[in-house]
Structures are given as C-alpha cells and as structure tokens.
C-alpha cells in the first residue's frame, strides 16, 4: 500500500520525541512511502533547529537526516501538483506547504500520515484519507 507521509512522522523516525515508537511502526510494514520533495528540506529545517537547541550535534543531525530520507521509496517533485496544492491552501486557508502533502494524497488515492494536529485538521477538512500516528 502507497502511504505520504509527511514531516512531523520523518523526524520522529530518527529523534527520540513523543510518538516516536509510533512513528516507527510506520515504515516497520512493507509500504510504498512516498512524500513530496520538499519533505527533503522540511526534515533537514527539523533537525538544523535540533542541533541549534543543543538536542544533538551536527554529526548526529546529518546522520539523522540521511537515515529519514533513506526510509521513503520515493519523492514526488512538488512542481508536479504546485496548482492542486495552492488550491488546497486556498480553499483551506492553510498553508501550502503541508497542502502539497495533501494534494499528492488526493492525487495518489493513499492515506496521509502525520503527527501534526493541524495538517490533521487540514486532512479531514479537504476529505483526504489521514491516518494520526
């Protein structure tokens, strides 16, 4: 089964946070995970502000991010569904960056999994399968 997961769920795949055992069993099963490219630079934003708050080192943060990037089968370019996503951010008056992972959702039939209230909020509002971890 294809599964977008988004940010929130990556990070905590390789840093010891609340939902972290959650987070694992995720990518424990034999799914497709997909997320738009720009979940690249999401995690690594993620992980620059851990090791600026001193909650690991610039070795452990690069670690971390090769190690949460390795774990996705595929990463959609974002351009490919920029206008779905900005129509979604429209609609939902959320922002476009959680509605590219909501737009490739609809677009692939697959549930989204996330950790964040808010995109939670955003899934359910614009009727795309969502799964909380």
């Not at 010891?16 to 990518?27: C, K, N, T, Y």
């Not at 979940?39 to 909650?55: D, P, Q, S």
């Not at 452990?60 to 949460?68: G, Q």
């Amino acid at each position: 089964m294809t599964l977008v997961v988004d940010a929130s769920v990556a990070v905590k795949w390789v840093a010891s946070e609340l939902g972290s055992v959650a987070a694992a069993d995720v990518r424990r099963h034999d799914d497709y995970l997909i997320a738009p490219s720009l979940i690249i630079a999401e995690i690594g934003n993620a992980l620059w502000k851990k090791a600026l708050r001193r909650e690991m080192n610039r070795s452990e943060a690069v670690s971390a991010f090769r190690l949460a990037v390795f774990h996705f089968a595929e990463f959609v370019p974002f351009e490919d569904f920029r206008e779905a996503a900005l129509e979604l951010a429209i609609e939902l008056r959320h922002p476009i960056y959680d509605c590219f992972y909501l737009a490739l959702a609809e677009r692939e039939n697959a549930p989204l999994i996330t950790a964040d209230e808010a995109m939670l909020a955003a899934a359910r509002k614009a009727k795309v399968k969502v799964r909380r971890i």
